[in-house]
């Protein structure tokens, strides 16, 4: 599957962005999605996953949501109430098994090619 990110942009602490991340292929609803981000300086990190259920990093939890329409083939994070620490380079990945260690990015084998947030305090 092939992933294309969108939706980054320049935010107020506070403020709230949605970002998008469209697949292609006729298999979307079989592969389980993740979003990861990266700030300069770190290591990628786990931000959501979704298969049956959604999973969150504790920094994110109660400020994120990660959703899917399997009819657009997307997945989508909303993140609300941003702070400057969320400011990364965010990536959507796919895998088509699921995983316990879905927060480690190796378990991933598709990523779309980022999205950059920027959160000013």
């Known amino acids: 599957v092939q992933l294309q990110a969108s939706g980054g942009g320049l935010v107020q602490a506070g403020g709230s962005l949605r970002l998008s991340c469209a697949a292609s292929?006729?298999?979307?609803?079989?592969?389980?999605m993740a979003w990861f981000r990266q700030a300069p300086g770190k290591e990628r990190a786990f931000v959501a996953a979704?298969?049956?259920?959604?999973y969150y990093a504790d920094p994110v939890k109660g400020r994120f949501t990660i959703s899917r329409d399997n009819a657009k083939n997307t997945v989508y994070l909303q993140m609300n109430s941003l702070k400057p620490e969320d400011m990364a380079v965010y990536y959507c990945?796919?895998?088509?098994?699921?995983?316990?260690?879905?927060?480690?990015?190796?378990?991933?084998?598709?990523w779309g090619q980022g999205t950059l947030v920027t959160v000013s305090s």
């Open positions: 979704i298969s049956g259920t959604t």
């Open positions: 990945a796919a895998n088509k098994y699921w995983s316990s260690g879905y927060y480690y990015s190796s378990q991933y084998d598709s």
């Open positions: 292929g006729r298999t979307f609803s079989t592969y389980y």
